[in-house]
Nanobody
Framework: QVQLVESGGGLVQAGGSLRLSCAVSGSPSVPYLMVWYRQAPGKQREMVATVTSGGTTDYAESVEGRITATRDNRKHTLHLQMDNLKPEAEPRYYC????????????WGQGTQVTVYE
């Protein structure tokens, strides 16, 4: 089965930067979409960025201009560069693969938490 492990979260001062990583294992293929989500306590999980297998990106309006998502299909990794971070309600960031040829979507991982302080 496809497994994803998110890492790179932590505590960062407002205005700082973090680079999240997502390592994928368990499949020789890549999905059509790799997606970054975030979920704050008590709130719904929301999509923040997508990257197609060809590298085309799309971002949620709330974060556009502050994040950059990239993927390396050869290394089976996904990254999310976050700059000029703003204080938020300590969301956890998750990655997910959507559109695998043989099995559809990947399962959810444990995510990685990001905390931004003033």
């Amino acid at each position: 089965q496809v497994q994803l492990v998110e890492s790179g979260g932590g505590l960062v001062q407002a205005g700082g930067s973090l680079r999240l990583s997502c390592a994928v294992s368990g499949s020789p293929s890549v999905p059509y979409l790799m997606v970054w989500y975030r979920q704050a306590p008590g709130k719904q999980r929301e999509m923040v960025a997508t990257v197609t297998s060809g590298g085309t990106t799309d971002y949620a309006e709330s974060v556009e201009g502050r994040i950059t998502a990239t993927r390396d299909n050869r290394k089976h990794t996904l990254h999310l560069q976050m700059d000029n971070l703003k204080p938020e309600a300590e969301p956890r960031y998750y990655c997910k693969g959507r559109g695998y040829c043989s099995s559809g979507d990947s399962e959810w991982g444990q995510g990685t938490q990001v905390t931004v302080y003033e």
